[in-house]
């Protein structure tokens, strides 16, 4: 959303979450993973996008946001 696009990580973090424990959805979750990610959570972060991914397997942007955070890892293999 908004904040998220604005740069307000924080505030993108309370308003998916809030709308996550109501909608479970997998742009939401990614979004939420995305967040934490420009954050430095990679530990919340990762936890998003497999959300995102367990609800949509083929989600293109959760796919490239986990393989994002995977090579930013050093988790070569797993990103590819």
Same mark, same amino acid.
């Given at each position: %959303?908004? !904040?998220?696009n604005q740069g307000r990580y924080e505030q993108?973090?309370? /308003?998916?979450?809030?709308? &996550?424990?109501?909608?479970?959805?997998?742009?939401?979750? =990614?979004? &939420?993973?995305?967040? /934490?990610?420009?954050?430095?959570?990679?530990?919340?972060?990762? #936890?998003?996008?497999?959300?995102?991914?367990? &609800?949509?397997?083929? =989600?293109?942007? +959760? =796919?490239?946001?986990?393989? =994002? &955070?995977?090579? +930013? #890892? %050093?988790?070569? !293999? %797993? +990103?590819?």
């Amino acid at each position: %959303g908004r !904040d998220l696009n604005q740069g307000r990580y924080e505030q993108a973090v309370a /308003h998916l979450a809030k709308k &996550l424990a109501v909608d479970p959805d997998a742009d939401a979750f =990614n979004n &939420l993973g995305l967040a /934490h990610f420009r954050l430095a959570r990679l530990q919340q972060a990762r #936890t998003s996008y497999q959300a995102a991914l367990d &609800l949509d397997p083929d =989600n293109a942007a +959760a =796919n490239t946001n986990m393989a =994002n &955070l995977l090579w +930013a #890892t %050093g988790e070569l !293999d %797993g +990103a590819i």
